[in-house]
């Protein structure tokens, strides 16, 4: 799919349809694309939690404000954002140290001034953290989104959910927010999808142009 039609077909819809599942490859090739996404120092802080089954679906249905499309959707995503992801010891930070040397981006001396780097930016203060850990999900996140609608398969980011009961309820460590669950699968052909919502123009958008 041409990627202007993607941006303008992508819809977050709210009808599933639960006898329609997503293949295991599927998903795999949606996961695999998004993580292309842009991230800060390549630190990629983000993971997921694939829901499928019944019953681990109304587990969450249940703390994300009974919404039936997370139940009747065939995947459902809990997103997460880790907020130690830029610190020293980190092994997916001392692993992306390593990655960078190996293809030139760093050298061996700089592994002092790259963790000092990823302090000051990310770790001086705890909203930086968080800043440094929702943004790059999200980054993840809107790349899933268009990932799955060039694949044909339909999303739906929600926001309306209990963080700290989803948090225990999957055992989900304290280190990572949750900034979003994403229902994953196929719209219901027998519902109505509503019209496009509006959106900002170009000049609602720019506050200067200097």
């Known amino acids: ?5 993607v941006l303008l077909k992508r819809r977050a819809v709210n009808f599933f349809d639960p006898k329609k599942p997503v293949p295991d ?3 795999k090739e949606m996961i695999e694309m998004a993580a292309q996404a842009p991230s800060s120092f390549n630190l990629q802080p983000w993971s997921l939690i694939i829901l499928k089954t019944p019953e681990e679906k109304m587990r969450l249905r249940k703390l994300a404000w009974n919404q039936p499309k997370v139940s009747e959707a065939p995947v459902v995503f809990i997103c997460l954002a880790d907020r130690t992801g830029w610190e020293k010891g980190h092994p997916l930070v001392e692993k992306n140290f390593r990655e960078m040397v190996k293809a030139g981006a760093m050298k061996e001396e700089q592994h002092e001034w790259f963790l000092n780097a990823c302090q000051g930016l990310y770790g001086a ?3 930086m953290e968080q800043a440094f850990a929702c943004k790059n999900a999200g980054f993840f996140a809107m790349a899933l989104m268009f990932a799955a609608k060039h694949l044909g398969v339909d999303t739906h980011p929600m926001d309306g959910f209990d963080h700290d009961a989803v948090r225990k309820e999957f055992q989900i460590s304290e280190n990572y927010w949750i900034p979003l669950l994403m229902a994953v699968g196929y719209f219901d052909g027998t519902k109505t999808l509503l019209p496009p ?3 900002k123009t170009y000049d609602e ?3 200067k142009s200097l």
């Open 125 to 127: 203060r705890p909203e």
């Open 25 to 27: 490859k599927l998903i």
């Open 197 to 199: 919502k509006w959106r």
């Open 205 to 207: 958008i720019v506050l």
């Open 1 to 5: 799919m041409d990627f202007k039609d």
